[in-house]
């Protein structure tokens, strides 16, 4: 890719123009390298990004081994920090946007409102119920059912089925009475 030759070049003349040695020189660009990598990969915030370059950069300033070796001098540490700044922090958006794969969407999912549980009576204190007496059924019954569900309910609300039902009822109570 042209944008990480021209970060490299720029890094490398950075490092010629400073008479880095070798050794400096190769620290340094496996640092802006790695740096790059993180954004690649990671896609981290410029400030996440900079913290990870400074505390690279100041590991290798200090003599602690195994964990870091001092390789660049105090002024160094300052040069490359301000040719960190001016170059690639300067435009790590930029950086960021030319280096990243673009996403389409991002979609997440969050907890918005929890919805109360329903709670059910028990069976064992339901009552049954005819068919008939639902009214929300009735759109998928045929016109001929309803038809008869229809006269059905007409002779037990206003026919001779009223008295019937009354007289169904007395009769279960009775019955119940002497089965006491």
């Known amino acids: 890719m042209a944008i990480l030759q021209q970060?490299?070049?720029l890094n490398c003349d950075f490092a010629k123009r400073e008479s880095f040695s070798e050794e400096k020189?190769?620290?340094?660009m496996e640092i802006m390298h790695y740096v790059m990598k993180q954004l690649i990969q990671e896609r981290l915030s410029e400030d996440a990004s900079f913290n990870i370059f400074k505390e690279l950069l100041l590991r290798?300033?200090?003599?602690?081994?195994?964990?870091s070796l001092a390789i660049f001098s105090l002024s160094d540490v300052k040069k490359i920090d301000l040719f960190a700044l001016d170059t690639f922090y300067r435009h790590f958006d930029m950086y960021k946007y030319a280096l990243t794969v673009k996403d389409l969407m991002h979609l997440s999912t969050e907890k918005?409102?929890?919805?109360?549980?329903?709670?059910?009576?028990e069976l064992n204190?339901?009552?049954?119920?005819?068919?008939?007496?639902l009214d929300e059924l009735q759109e998928y019954m045929s016109e001929q059912e309803r038809d008869v569900i229809a006269r059905q309910r007409d002779y037990m609300e206003n026919g001779p089925g009223k008295v019937e039902a009354i007289l169904?009822?007395?009769?279960?109570?009775?019955?119940?009475?002497?089965d006491e």
């Open 7 to 9: 970060f490299t070049d």
């Open 25 to 28: 020189m190769a620290c340094f």
């Open 60 to 67: 290798h300033a200090i003599k602690r081994p195994p964990h």
């Open 112 to 121: 918005m409102m929890e919805v109360p549980k329903p709670t059910f009576c």
């Open 125 to 133: 204190e339901a009552s049954q119920i005819e068919v008939t007496q």
């Open 168 to 178: 169904n009822s007395e009769m279960g109570k009775l019955y119940g009475r002497m």
